[in-house]
Nanobody
Framework: VQLQASGGGLVQAEDSLRLSCAAS????????IGWFRQAPGKEREFVAA???????YYADSVKGRFTISRDNAKNTVYLQMNNLKPEDTAVYYC??????????????????WGPGTLVTVSS
């Protein structure tokens, strides 16, 4: 499966943005799709994930502000980001989850990383 993230941009604090992760190829070979982000000088961190059964998982830092969803007909996973904060500034990546449920927040359990999309939130 190949993944392509898009939708990043420059926004102001409290604005909203929707990222898309378009999948092509054997999407049935994954257990789900996750979003991660990496800010300058920081390690990559988990943001959200949606499993094959529709269950969703979020990092505490984005819970209540971000929503992950999918459109199976379009083979696309979305990350709706509301009430953005400057600390959300990062390159956002989507990837395919290949591990068991307990690893859904662990980046080493993901593969097929797509190119990231930059989100910049100004204060």
């Amino acid at each position: 499966v190949q993944l392509q993230a898009s939708g990043g941009g420059l926004v102001q604090a409290e604005d909203s943005l929707r990222l898309s992760c378009a999948a092509s190829g054997r999407t049935s070979s994954t257990n789900g799709i996750g979003w991660f982000r990496q800010a300058p000088g920081k390690e990559r961190e988990f943001v959200a994930a949606i499993r094959y059964n529709g269950y969703t998982y979020y990092a505490d830092s984005v819970k209540g502000r971000f929503t992950i969803s999918r459109d199976n007909a379009k083979n696309t996973v979305y990350l709706q980001m509301n009430n953005l904060k400057p600390e959300d500034t990062a390159v956002y990546y989507c990837a395919a989850h290949r591990g068991i449920l307990s690893t859904v927040r662990v980046d080493s359990s993901y593969g097929n990383w797509g190119p990231g999309t930059l989100v910049t939130v100004s204060s």
